[in-house]
């Protein structure tokens, strides 16, 4: 709108109200010819009207009169203010760009001025003389050479990110070559918005960085974007932005996101959606070899975890020649998808012709992403229902190290991502014990989920008995031995769980009554009397060292959510 208040036609032109919405954005031009014109109008259309046309009989009589409060003197102009005022929440309502008035001698009622300054939406009066005729010539020229020069813009840029790609070039190379054309920052990321490709100048980056679009893993939130131009006044991030999906073979590989402080040029979208197709070649190629790749890599790991091949000087060669260093300290990390859930957030709605990558690719490609961009020489494999990583670690940093990882990878379970559980070996100190650490890693990832439920993080060291009780496969027989145990304290209930937790904290303290009183915050006596209700429930603990033994372990079993 502010763009065409240069035009030579509408120089003479004034703004009555709505000033704050003149960055709306003109695809069109119409006239109104009557109040009822409503079902005729289209979003992002600039009306053009004349006082007779908005109240033919209030403008003929008194050329839109109004008394000395600002507002129309009869009862008849008062109905007519109000049709004026219904008129303006609609067209705002459809999205129209704003109105043009030819008022001559009359005036708009003040309410009618107000209303639009609240609702942004412009109102203009035109120059006396106009010719509705010679302003939708020239609107439309102005939108033809808009729209010309926008295919030349695309055009250009596809021909040159075209050029990349035939040369060899990646992702990294497109985002460079458009974020100078746009002059902004662009971002090529995955579904979830894990970044692949960042480029811009540094003020652009800096406002990409400010624009709070980020979780704590450095994870694009996309979620809060739209697919198309978000409009400046949508955007609370100080700047405006515009997304494309990636789609190729009917496959949702990406996002492709431009982002600047001030208003994106004209056919960013338009660009975008070029570079999209570019893009989406570029990611099916590099997919497919790939994947070639993965599965040679995958298999020679798959055997050195296994044991099928002994590691030895040759095999440290060879996997160096693969790029993993296998030859230091490290821990194995198994990572598994848990159970879906009926409905998954992100995923493509019903009937959609865009399916998403599986979650268990979109997983591997997470770990692979966040493992190389800390060190390309860890070896990162997707077998098919784990993630296996063999993870470089200092004496008593690995648990912090892993935390760290996990909480990449997971970031803040946007994205459509599904939770995941993971479990980590001991220390491996020489290649020769790979396997025995890959073993460690599944049997801790399954204890741990059967013990803490979907999500867990268990290191092998830390299992204990619960290594012991996942051998048994017959869930029934672990719940049944803890409620021959522990009776009603077993159950659900608060008060089993408040005297469970009393139970648990005696055995912590080796039945030590004053520490037990004194960590539960509980009177002595106090403490003596729920020992005596304890030992009526499941029987003298505190004496018989064979019954504490089962009590320990039926507690044990409570706590194992996997059952």
């Known amino acids: 709108m502010a763009e065409l208040l240069e035009a030579p036609r509408l120089a003479g032109a004034t703004v009555l109200a709505g000033g704050s919405g003149l960055n ?59 049709q004026l005022l219904r008129l303006i ?18 005036q708009l009622p003040a309410q009618v001025i107000e209303l639009a300054d609240e609702l942004g939406f412009p109102v203009l009066r ?20 808009r729209q010309s020069q926008v295919l030349t813009q695309s055009d250009a840029l596809h021909a040159a990110i075209s050029s990349i790609v035939l040369n060899g070039g990646g992702l990294p190379q497109i985002a460079d070559e458009v974020s100078q054309l746009l002059d902004c920052a662009l ?14 100048g540094a003020g652009h980056r800096q406002a990409v960085e ?64 070029r570079v999209a197709i570019v893009a989406a070649l ?23 975890l296994t044991g099928q091949v002994a590691v030895d000087e040759p095999v440290v060669q060879h996997c160096r020649s693969l790029g993993w260093d296998i030859d230091r300290p490290m821990v194995v990390l198994v990572a598994e998808l848990d159970a879906a859930e009926p409905s998954k957030p992100g995923a493509a709605p019903a ?63 946007g994205g459509g991502r599904q939770s995941f559980s993971a479990g980590v070996s001991r220390r491996v ?27 867990s993080v268990s290191h092998f060291d830390s299992l204990g008995v619960h290594r012991l009780l996942s051998l048994v496969p017959d869930t029934a027989e672990l719940k049944s031995f803890a409620t021959e145990v522990l009776g009603v304290l077993a159950s659900d209930a608060a008060d089993a769980a408040d005297l469970r937790m009393t139970l648990q904290t005696l055995l912590d303290t080796n039945l030590n009554v004053a520490e037990t009183a004194r960590l539960l915050h509980f009177h002595y006596n106090t403490l003596r009397y729920r020992i005596s209700k304890l030992e009526r429930i499941v029987g003298p603990f505190t004496t018989d060292p064979h019954l504490r033994l089962d009590v320990a372990l039926a507690l044990q079993v409570v706590q194992m959510r996997g059952i």
């Open 24 to 82: 709306r954005v003109v695809r069109g031009v119409g006239v109104l010819e009557v109040p009822d014109i409503l079902p005729g109008v289209k979003a992002h259309q600039l009306l053009l009207s004349t006082a007779f046309a908005l109240d033919p009989a209030s403008a003929a009589a008194a050329g839109l009169a109004t008394d000395a409060a600002g507002g129309l003197a009869t009862d008849a102009a008062a109905g007519q203010r109000r």
């Open 89 to 106: 929440e609609d067209l705002n309502a459809r999205q129209l760009s704003g109105i043009a008035v030819e008022l001559g001698a009359a």
């Open 126 to 145: 035109l120059g006396d003389g106009v010719v509705f005729d010679e302003v939708l010539t020239e609107v439309y020229e102005l939108l033809l050479e």
């Open 187 to 200: 971002l090529i990321t995955t579904p979830d918005g894990r970044v692949q490709a960042d480029e811009g």
């Open 210 to 273: 400010a624009a709070g679009l980020w979780d704590s893993s450095g994870r694009l939130l996309v979620e809060r974007l739209r697919i198309g131009l978000l409009a400046a006044e949508e955007d609370e991030y100080g700047g405006q932005a515009a997304m494309t999906s990636i789609v190729a073979g009917g496959l949702d590989h990406g996002r492709i996101v431009a982002y600047r402080q001030q208003p994106l040029p004209p056919g960013t979208v338009q660009a975008l959606e």
């Open 282 to 304: 570029t990611i099916t190629k590099e997919l497919a070899v790939s994947a070639v790749e993965g599965k040679f890599r995958g298999d020679y790991l798959r055997d050195v």
């Open 351 to 413: 009937g959609s012709a865009v399916v998403q990558r599986s979650q268990h690719e979109r997983f591997v490609s997470a770990w692979q992403q966040v493992l190389r961009a800390r060190d390309k020489t860890v070896p990162v494999v997707g077998f098919s229902h784990e993630v296996v990583a063999l993870l470089p670690a200092r004496s008593g940093e690995q648990a912090r190290m892993v935390a760290e990882l996990i909480a990449a990878v997971s970031g803040d379970r």
């Open 429 to 455: 100190l020489e290649p020769s014990e790979i396997a025995t650490g890959y073993a460690q890693a599944r049997k801790a990832v399954s204890v741990g989920r059967r013990v803490h439920g979907h999500g």
